[in-house]
């Protein structure tokens, strides 16, 4: 069974940075996508960013292009979330998720097995 822990939101101000870690435990990390996805209040969980198992391949929403960078540390059982140029539309509960195991990486929810409890990321104007 696979465990996820999110970790590093907060409160920021517009343009400012965080950076969120999702700790991993179970089995075979390193052969599970990846995926970040957020969820804002009275609205539809979204895709955020994914990578694939090696780190090769990485996916993102166009919403956040450019401003967030997703990467994983295989040994470390780690995916991070390095977001900048924060916006307050960027508010909300993130999420990370994974795949069974040598699954590709994907926008899709339903693609995910495995769910973390959230961390709120509140950013203000």
């Known amino acids: 069974q696979v465990q996820l822990v999110e970790s590093g939101g907060g409160l920021v101000q517009a343009g400012g940075s965080l950076r969120l870690s999702c700790a991993a435990s179970?089995?075979?990390?390193?052969?599970?996508?990846m995926g970040w996805f957020r969820q804002a209040p009275d609205k539809e969980r979204e895709f955020v960013a994914a990578?694939?198992?090696?780190?090769?391949?990485?996916d993102y929403a166009d919403s956040v292009k450019g401003r967030f960078t997703i990467s994983r540390d295989n040994a470390g059982n780690t995916v991070y979330l390095q977001m900048d140029s924060l916006k307050p539309e960027d508010t909300a509960v993130y999420y990370c998720?994974?795949?069974?195991?040598?699954?590709?990486?994907?926008?899709?929810?339903?693609?995910?097995?495995?769910w973390g409890q959230g961390t709120q990321v509140t950013v203000s104007s």
């Open positions: 990578i694939n198992w090696s780190g090769g391949r990485t």
């Open positions: 998720a994974a795949t069974k195991i040598r699954t590709g990486m994907s926008r899709y929810t339903g693609m995910y097995d495995y």
């Open positions: 179970g089995p075979a990390f390193s052969i599970r996508s």
